[in-house]
């Protein structure tokens, strides 16, 4: 039985939004999408989704969909959890990439389970799914002096933090597939920085 792993990608949908921090588990998800060589189109569930492999050619490279959902992000619970409705995906074969204001810009941290920390997109997916899915999460650090949480995760990465933008996206993409094909324990030792 090759059962499907879900992987979404959390962001806000419109251009308006493609450049800030709270859109880098949409970044992270194009560049899966190029690296199995397919478009998303758009899902029934309110989402862009993309079915594939990911992993090396010639492997036995699990099947996923990769999902972006279509709603804001604090209600990314409703769409994410239609796909995974869906395509039967339980919750421990669900990766949610997302930004984490609580660790340095582009440190990745995987772990399963846990709190929202105050992220809305998180808290919209627990509500829908509990608790028990990867997370694969991407540090944008915290907001400068006083400025508000919500004003900063929905500006543009800076000018300094997007000459090193490619590089920590392919990096998170890499510790995606490392968790779907060797499992939390080795891509934790390789990625948890």
């Not at 650090?141 to 800076?158: I, N």
């Not at 939390?184 to 030792?189: G, K, P, T, W």
Request: aromatic fraction near 8%.
């Amino acid at each position: 039985m090759d059962e499907p792993w879900l992987i979404a990608g959390l962001g806000n949908p419109g251009p308006q939004y493609a450049g800030n921090r709270h859109n880098v588990g949409f970044l992270v998800a194009d560049l899966l999408a190029e690296r199995i060589g397919g478009t998303f189109r758009t899902h029934k569930a309110r989402a862009s989704v993309l079915e594939g492999r990911l992993g090396a050619p010639g492997t036995d490279a699990p099947r996923v969909v990769l999902a972006k959902p279509l709603s804001y992000m604090n209600l990314s619970g409703g769409p994410v959890s239609a796909l995974a409705g869906f395509y039967k995906v339980p919750p421990e074969r669900l990766v949610v990439v997302h930004d984490e204001l609580d660790i340095g810009y582009g440190v990745l941290r995987l772990k399963r389970g846990g709190g929202d920390n105050g992220h809305n997109g998180l808290k919209s997916l627990t509500a829908a799914l509990g608790r028990d899915y990867y997370r694969v999460r991407f540090g944008v650090g915290r907001p400068p002096g006083r400025m508000d949480v919500a004003t900063y995760v929905l500006r543009d990465f800076s000018a300094a933090e997007r000459k090193e933008l490619d590089y920590f996206v392919d990096r998170a993409a890499d510790a995606v597939e490392a968790l779907v094909t060797q499992g939390l324990e080795r891509a934790q030792s390789a990625f948890n920085g």
